[in-house]
């Protein structure tokens, strides 16, 4: 009897770990589901650094638009800004979106 409730508490908690994944997966992607965003990733993948007023200058956003982006991607533990000299860069630190973006074709076909 002993063993059998062990073995529910186990299932249990592997249950509530590979939701609690499941969740923290969801975020990304949902931090992912929009063109700006994707952009802003591939080009940070691709440069490995960019600050905001090179975003606003290559994608041709407003600046308050890339922040918003910015906040999402942060939030989500995509991104993550550092101060370089009187600027703020940003790079991406999650392995998993590196990941990703490795095995999406991104060429124009």
């Known amino acids: 009897m ?14 509530s770990m590979r939701k609690e994944r499941i969740e923290q997966l969801a975020e990304k992607f949902k931090a992912l589901a929009h063109p700006t965003r994707l952009q802003i990733v591939m080009g940070l993948i691709s440069k490995d650094e960019c ?33 370089k000299g009187n600027q703020i860069c940003y790079r991406v630190v999650s392995d ?13 076909k």
């Open 2 to 15: 002993l063993i059998f409730e062990y073995n529910n508490i186990i299932k249990t908690k592997v249950k």
């Open 51 to 83: 600050n905001v007023t090179k975003m606003t200058e290559n994608l041709k956003i407003p600046q308050p638009t890339i922040s918003q982006h910015i906040s999402i991607l942060k939030n989500s533990g995509i991104i993550e800004g550092y101060r």
């Open 96 to 108: 998993e979106v590196r990941k990703i973006f490795s095995v999406i074709d991104l060429s124009d």
